[in-house]
């Protein structure tokens, strides 16, 4: 069975400091990856998704960037964090041509 | 106006009962529908998928109006358990089936 992992599950980083966000799925090949975040309170918004490796597609401008390096590897980084940045990052995977996503654990960012 | 719109709530149902909600959508070109669960802090699980001829899974119906573009959820004998938010999700994009979630109805379950 396909499992999604993501790590770390909380995060607390001063303004300015870099970031790097793990995913990486297991019992799958050539999945759909995505990063959305969640604000407090708020609903899910997509930042990126890709259909392959070195394959990026960015939702919103802003600060963070992906990658993915591996196939079933996916990264959020960025260099400079904002207090804006804070939010609730989830990973996600879909089969090619499959309309459902299934989400890792998440990892809850705090910027102070 | 939104993509996906909730009845953010939340709906206060006593356990046993029953409680239906609806979202609507905006793209009419839309083709996958979804109800996904979300408990607190924790990540969105997928509920069930949502077909043109509705579908049932257990105490949970979905339903879909393609003509009025909106799509329904009804809980039978509510659970305490049953408490969380509600999200309903449709495909807005083919290209990498991007989908766009609703900001969810939050639903709360008491004895």
């Known amino acids: 069975s396909q499992t999604i992992h993501q790590w770390p599950a909380t995060l607390v980083q001063p303004v300015g400091s870099p970031l790097s966000l793990e995913c990486t799925v297991e019992?799958?090949?050539?999945?759909?990856l995505y990063w959305y975040r969640q604000a407090a309170g708020r609903g899910l918004q997509l930042l990126f998704y890709s259909v392959g490796i070195g394959q990026i597609s960015s939702e919103v401008p802003q600060n963070l960037s992906a990658s993915r390096p591996q196939d079933r590897q996916f990264i959020l980084s960025s260099k400079k964090l904002l207090l804006s940045d804070s939010g609730f990052y989830l990973c996600?995977?879909?089969?090619?041509?499959?309309?459902?996503?299934?989400f890792g654990p998440g990892t809850r960012l705090t910027v102070l | 106006r939104k993509e996906v719109e909730q009845d953010p709530g939340p709906f206060n149902v006593p356990e046993g009962a029953t409680v239906a909600f609806n979202c609507t959508y905006s793209n009419s070109a839309s083709q996958s529908f979804f109800w996904y669960r979300q408990d607190c802090r924790k990540e969105p699980k997928l509920l069930m998928s949502v077909y043109s001829s509705g579908n049932e899974d257990g105490r949970f119906t979905a339903q879909l109006n393609r003509a009025s573009q909106y799509i329904s959820l009804l809980i039978r004998d509510s659970k305490l358990s049953d408490s969380a938010t509600y999200l309903c999700?449709?495909?807005?994009?083919?290209?990498?089936?991007?989908?766009?979630f609703g900001g969810g109805t939050r639903v709360l379950v008491k004895p």
């Open positions: 019992g799958t090949s050539n999945p759909n």
């Open positions: 999700v449709v495909n807005s994009e083919a290209a990498g089936n991007k989908l766009t």
């Open positions: 996600a995977w879909g089969a090619t041509g499959s309309g459902a996503q299934y």
